[in-house]
């Protein structure tokens, strides 16, 4: 198992020298590293990762709104409504069966 690793590390390292030896002296000419569609596509993983952090920000305001106060900066995880989970176990032994 240990040489799996190993092996799979100098893959790695190996995939990094070569990416290494042709992007910096591609950068150093000038030349772009992407072609336009590879730009396209950078972009919009980037704008739905902005999205997703949006919506993520925005459910966490509600749910401090609704619980009342703000969260504990020394906790890991929040707690979820139990009436919310009380309904979705409702739900899971209804389809179990």
């Given at each position: 198992m240990v040489s799996v690793v190993f092996g799979m590390l100098f893959c790695?390292?190996?995939a990094l020298v070569v990416v290494a030896l042709v992007a910096i002296p591609?950068?150093?000419d000038g030349r772009a590293l992407?072609?336009?569609?590879?730009?396209g596509v950078v972009d919009a993983a980037r704008e739905r990762?902005?999205?997703a952090a949006e919506r993520t920000?925005?459910?966490a305001a509600r749910r401090r709104q609704r619980i009342?106060?703000?969260?504990?900066p020394e906790a890991d995880i929040e707690v979820e409504?139990?009436?919310e989970l009380d309904t979705r176990a409702a739900?899971?032994?209804l389809t179990a069966r």
């Open positions: 790695v390292a190996l591609a950068r150093r992407l072609t336009t569609e590879g730009e990762t902005q999205r920000q925005a459910i009342g106060s703000e969260p504990d409504d139990t009436a739900d899971t032994s």
